[in-house]
């Protein structure tokens, strides 16, 4: 099992605690790390750590992991640290112990975001932007039912409560040209990716969501929503 949990516990708990202090903290640490020396930071340091969140664990050799963690502060900074675990116990019932002190390291790398496969253009006066505009609006708004936009025997739950109170669409793509005139043939499939500009009193939430549209008897049909397909994915 990843030690992940484990080791944003022990972490949080580092960054919170001080040598010679005795806090529920301190003790925490003493407790899951009893030979991994207390840190000695300023009152301030102490106390401004918002959250720790685990990025990535390494198994390494038998029982041994390394998992890298991000420390986020109050100021908006972000400070990154591995945790040398080693674990043991039953695969159902794992138990996990800190070999040693965290390290401080660099941001870790960034990857390279894929080319998009949604290149085609859709117009906003079109047939799959009325589509998409009205799926929407009642997806996310509450303005009418869902089901009527859904592919036969396909069923879309939508977001409820309805957390917005208007939606609007903005830029449409596609991964080819039938999405951007009038409507093919019965069965023609592509998708397209939306980006909704959704409105809860005064505030503006800027999503992007990926669907799959079926054309059917002269109109364009939903048959997916893909909310977390990556822009160079298909939506699935």
């Given at each position: 099992?990843?030690?992940?949990?484990?080791?944003?516990?022990?972490?949080s708990a580092?960054?919170?605690?001080?040598?010679?202090?005795?806090s529920?903290?301190?003790?925490?640490?003493?407790?899951?790390?009893?030979?991994?020396?207390?840190p000695?930071?300023?009152?301030?340091?102490?106390?401004?750590l918002?959250?720790?969140?685990?990025?990535?664990s390494t198994?390494?050799?038998?029982g041994?992991w390394?998992?890298?963690a991000?420390a986020?502060?109050?100021?908006?900074s972000?400070?990154?640290?591995?945790?040398?675990?080693?674990?043991?116990?039953?695969p159902?019932?794992p138990?996990?112990?800190?070999?040693?002190?965290?390290?401080?390291?660099s941001?870790?790398?960034?990857?390279?975001?894929?080319d998009?496969?949604?290149?085609?253009?859709?117009?906003?006066?079109?047939p799959?932007?009325?589509?998409?505009?009205e799926?929407?609006?009642?997806?996310?708004a509450?303005?009418?039912?869902?089901?009527?936009?859904?592919?036969?025997?396909?069923r879309?739950?939508?977001?409820?409560p309805a957390p917005?109170s208007?939606?609007e669409v903005?830029?449409?793509?596609a991964?080819?040209?039938?999405?951007?005139?009038?409507?093919?043939?019965?069965g023609?499939?592509?998708?397209?990716?939306?980006t909704?500009e959704?409105?809860r009193?005064?505030?503006v939430?800027?999503?992007?969501y990926?669907?799959?549209l079926?054309?059917r008897?002269?109109?364009?049909d939903?048959?997916?929503v893909?909310a977390t397909?990556?822009?160079?994915?298909?939506?699935?």
């Amino acid at each position: 099992m990843d030690p992940s949990g484990f080791a944003e516990v022990f972490l949080s708990a580092w960054l919170r605690s001080a040598a010679g202090a005795d806090s529920a903290q301190a003790s925490l640490v003493r407790t899951l790390a009893p030979d991994v020396e207390l840190p000695e930071p300023d009152a301030e340091s102490a106390q401004a750590l918002e959250r720790v969140t685990a990025l990535s664990s390494t198994k390494q050799a038998k029982g041994a992991w390394s998992v890298t963690a991000a420390a986020g502060f109050k100021d908006g900074s972000v400070r990154y640290f591995t945790v040398p675990l080693a674990s043991g116990g039953r695969p159902a019932q794992p138990s996990y112990a800190v070999t040693s002190g965290p390290a401080e390291v660099s941001a870790p790398d960034t990857a390279k975001v894929p080319d998009s496969r949604y290149e085609a253009s859709v117009p906003g006066d079109g047939p799959v932007a009325s589509t998409v505009q009205e799926f929407f609006s009642a997806y996310l708004a509450g303005a009418g039912a869902v089901d009527r936009y859904a592919a036969p025997g396909v069923r879309i739950r939508p977001v409820r409560p309805a957390p917005y109170s208007a939606v609007e669409v903005g830029q449409v793509t596609a991964t080819d040209e039938s999405a951007a005139g009038a409507v093919p043939g019965d069965g023609r499939t592509v998708g397209v990716q939306v980006t909704v500009e959704a409105r809860r009193g005064e505030g503006v939430w800027p999503l992007v969501y990926r669907l799959s549209l079926t054309a059917r008897s002269g109109r364009w049909d939903v048959a997916a929503v893909d909310a977390t397909a990556a822009g160079a994915g298909g939506v699935r």
